[in-house]
């Protein structure tokens, strides 16, 4: 395993390296397995081993016939090994929800920035599932939130925030109880009606209102002290702040 590993960092090394110098960039396609294997004296097997780590990492796209090219572009690979690490790392929900916010609204004030709108009609079907509950709300809860980055069409956001649900939103989606999930949805009204109108103070209010809900909830759950009646305050007092 050791030997494996060094094998690994060293084409991934090697290929840093040609990014920075400019003799690899995005699209390219790599040196054949043979020019690899005698540039860093390390035999063609462990070559082929370490280039399959990498294609299942999505760094790579392994083309029948053709080699190994280098994607250049975020994608399952690196959302699938980010919410992997999320989820090994167990990283708290405090830190969880701070990512989720900043990412909604950042993308949700360069958004409106630049002029730009979101699909409405889109967020209202999306909107409608979550209130009518049942199997598909939590889906559609997820969906809703993704979309409100989608406009800014920033790849590492949208991976970023795709891991993250991956790797903690059903958990966070559960924890809330109906009262709860009741002012989620409330929430996402007020961020509908923020971006249909680009209102920026109404969809700021919507997102930081949502996810200090999640955030309540989630303290009560794995702090036995946060009781019934300390975990209704705090979501009165979350309430009366929006309203």
Avoid at 36 to 49: D, P, V
Avoid at 217 to 232: E, F, G
């Amino acid at each position: 395993m050791a030997e494996e590993n060094r094998v690994y960092l060293e084409v991934m090394n090697y290929i840093k390296e040609g990014l920075r110098d400019g003799t690899l960039e995005a699209g390219a396609k790599l040196p054949t397995e043979r020019d690899m294997s005698a540039q860093l004296n390390i035999s063609r097997n462990s070559i082929r081993e370490a280039l399959r780590t990498l294609d299942n990492m999505g760094v790579l796209e392994c083309r029948q016939g053709s080699g190994n090219y280098l994607r250049g572009t975020l994608g399952h690979g690196f959302t699938d090994a980010l919410s992997m690490h999320i989820l090994m790392a167990a990283v708290s929900t405090r830190e969880i929800v701070q990512v989720m916010r900043g990412i909604e609204i950042e993308s949700m004030s360069e958004i409106m920035q630049t002029g730009q709108d979101w699909d409405i009609d889109e967020l209202e079907r999306l909107v409608e599932k979550i209130d009518a509950g049942g199997p598909e709300s939590e889906e559609a809860d997820r969906e809703f939130h993704a979309s409100i980055c989608a406009p800014m069409n920033n790849g590492l956001f949208s991976c970023v925030a795709d891991a993250v649900g991956e790797a903690a939103w059903e958990t966070m989606y559960h924890d809330l109880s109906d009262e709860e999930r009741s002012a989620t949805n409330y929430c996402h009204h007020e961020i509908l009606e923020g971006l249909r109108h680009h209102d920026r103070e109404r969809a700021f209010n919507g997102i930081v209102h949502h996810y200090d809900i999640i955030r309540v909830a989630t303290y009560a759950k794995y702090k036995p002290r946060a009781t019934a009646d300390a975990r209704a305050e705090l979501l009165k007092e979350l309430n009366n702040r929006l309203k």
